[in-house]
Nanobody, 122 residues
């Protein structure tokens, strides 16, 4: 069984930065794809970024492209989401998840972390 644990969330001023971490245990990640999603109160869960371990490909939602960077450290079994130039609309609970094939649809992911709160103030 795979366990994913997010960390690094918090409160930050608009324009600031945070780095989220997603630590994995239970299975190797080399054949899988990791996704970052977020969900604000009253809104649907939305795709933020994706990362493929085998080739290191990255994918981003248009709303975060140029501001967020996803990366992975295989030795630590950890995926990161570096968030720069944060905006109040980035406020949400951020989740990491795993899928066998890249997708922007949350229903494609079989394992999820518990989420970490990111709050961006004006």
């Amino acid at each position: 069984q795979v366990q994913l644990v997010e960390s690094g969330g918090g409160l930050v001023q608009a324009g600031g930065s945070l780095r989220l971490s997603c630590a994995a245990s239970g299975r190797t990640f080399s054949s899988y794809v990791m996704g970052w999603f977020r969900q604000a109160p009253g809104k649907e869960r939305e795709f933020v970024a994706g990362f493929t371990w085998i080739v290191g490909s990255t994918y981003y939602a248009d709303s975060v492209k140029g501001r967020f960077t996803v990366s992975g450290d295989a030795a630590k079994n950890t995926v990161y989401l570096q968030m720069n130039s944060l905006k109040p609309e980035d406020t949400a609970v951020y989740y990491c998840a795993r899928t066998r094939r890249y997708s922007r649809d949350y229903t494609s992911y079989d394992y999820w972390g518990q989420g970490t709160q990111v709050t961006v103030s004006s």
